[in-house]
């Protein structure tokens, strides 16, 4: 059974940092697709941020020089560090698992997911 965990969400002002972490269960990081999404209320699931079986990297354009994503395939966990929030980057964040996607950003590509960690940006 798979089970993707995430944590590092919490309340930090303009400006400030966070590092999300994504630990999984079940699947094998480095023979997966994964990425990390976000969804603010009255707002559709985006995607942010994904990262290939090969490394290779695709962010969104809001996000872009700000957020990276990485990953300890030894020991299956996903990170995402963001930079520079402000309060538009307030969100549920969500990580996801997909064997191969040619669509990595695309929320319906995938099909594992985790509960999600809440980011809070505000004065």
């Known amino acids: 059974q798979v089970q993707l965990i995430e944590s590092g969400g919490g309340s930090v002002q303009p400006g400030g940092s966070l590092r999300l972490s994504c630990a999984a269960s079940?699947?094998?990081?480095?023979?997966?697709?994964m990425g990390w999404f976000r969804q603010a209320p009255g707002k559709e699931r985006e995607g942010v941020a994904s990262?290939?079986?090969?490394?290779?990297?695709s962010y969104s354009n809001s996000v872009k020089g700000r957020f990276t994503i990485s990953k300890a395939n030894d020991q299956n966990i996903l990170y995402l560090e963001m930079s520079s929030l402000n309060p538009e980057d307030t969100a549920m964040y969500y990580c996801?698992?997909?064997?191969?996607?040619?669509?990595?950003?695309?929320?319906?590509?995938?099909?594992?997911w985790g509960q999600g960690t809440q980011v809070t940006v505000s004065s």
């Open positions: 996801a698992a997909e064997g191969w996607t040619p669509r990595p950003l695309q929320a319906r590509e995938y099909h594992y």
């Open positions: 079940g699947i094998t990081y480095s023979t997966y697709c």
């Open positions: 990262i290939a079986t090969n490394g290779y990297t």
